[in-house]
């Protein structure tokens, strides 16, 4: 089955700092799902991305998917308190299942 | 539109007891999934449906069943309630046409 690995786990950010997400998989990946969850709530839908060396931007927040489809990275810039919240990572491998990395808790301070 | 609607959003069980989770899309969903997810862990597939009567285990189906009699609804029943089902539990729908997946907001569970 496929394994995603997120890291790190844990990151806290001084408030307009730069940060980056990373999310790993044992198996080439189909397509490569980012949420966020902001805490005790549901999932918020980021983006998607399927093909190799493929980027996405939307208001500070890119991914990348790399070429050989087995990693993407998460970057915010010039981070902001509503950027807090655990970021997963999901992945379908083809088989209509969407698989989740364990998650990185975001936290920003002032 | 509603979306994914789950309900109840929160519930108190008593080891021993069943209850079922109910879930709901008007959003023309061919597949839709449970998951459960544990305090600081992502989420785990429970079971999944890709058609009204078609359903099928995810990782972590023992202690779960669904049933998928019509192509809105796909409820997940807890027969024998065990402190280890203690979670919070997300319902999720997609288009066969369409890779986004919409996620209901959640049930709070909790087995005493």
């Known amino acids: 089955s496929q394994e995603l690995e997120q890291s790190p786990q844990s990151l806290i950010v001084q408030e307009g700092k730069n940060l980056t997400i990373n999310c790993t998989s044992s198996?080439?990946?189909?397509?490569l799902y980012w949420y966020k969850q902001k805490y005790g709530e549901g999932l918020i839908f980021l983006m998607m991305?399927?093909?190799?060396?493929e980027e996405k931007s939307h208001e500070k927040i890119t991914a990348k998917l790399d070429e050989k489809k087995q990693q993407s990275s998460l970057h915010i810039t010039a981070s902001q308190p509503s950027h807090a919240g655990i970021y997963l990572c999901?992945?379908?491998?083809?088989?209509?299942?969407?698989?989740f990395g364990t998650g990185t808790r975001l936290t920003i301070i002032p | 539109n509603a979306g994914v609607t789950q309900t109840p959003k929160f519930r108190i069980l008593k080891i021993g007891q069943s209850m079922t989770l109910q879930c709901t899309q008007d959003?023309?969903?061919?597949?839709m999934y449970w998951y459960r997810q544990d305090p600081g862990m992502g989420l785990k597939l429970i079971y999944y449906?890709?058609?009204?009567?078609?359903?099928d285990k995810g990782e972590v189906p023992n202690g779960y069943n669904v049933s998928r009699s019509t192509t809105e609804d796909f409820p997940l029943r807890l027969e024998l309630a065990a402190p280890s089902q203690t979670s919070v539990y997300f319902c999720?729908?997609?288009?066969?046409?369409?890779?986004?997946?919409?996620f209901g907001s959640g049930t709070r569970l909790t087995v005493v």
């Open positions: 959003m023309n969903h061919n597949y």
């Open positions: 449906s890709v058609g009204a009567g078609i359903t």
């Open positions: 999901g992945a379908d491998n083809g088989n209509e299942k969407l698989t």
């Open positions: 991305l399927q093909k190799g060396g």
């Open positions: 999720a729908g997609r288009r066969r046409d369409y890779y986004g997946y919409t």
């Open positions: 198996k080439t990946l189909y397509g």
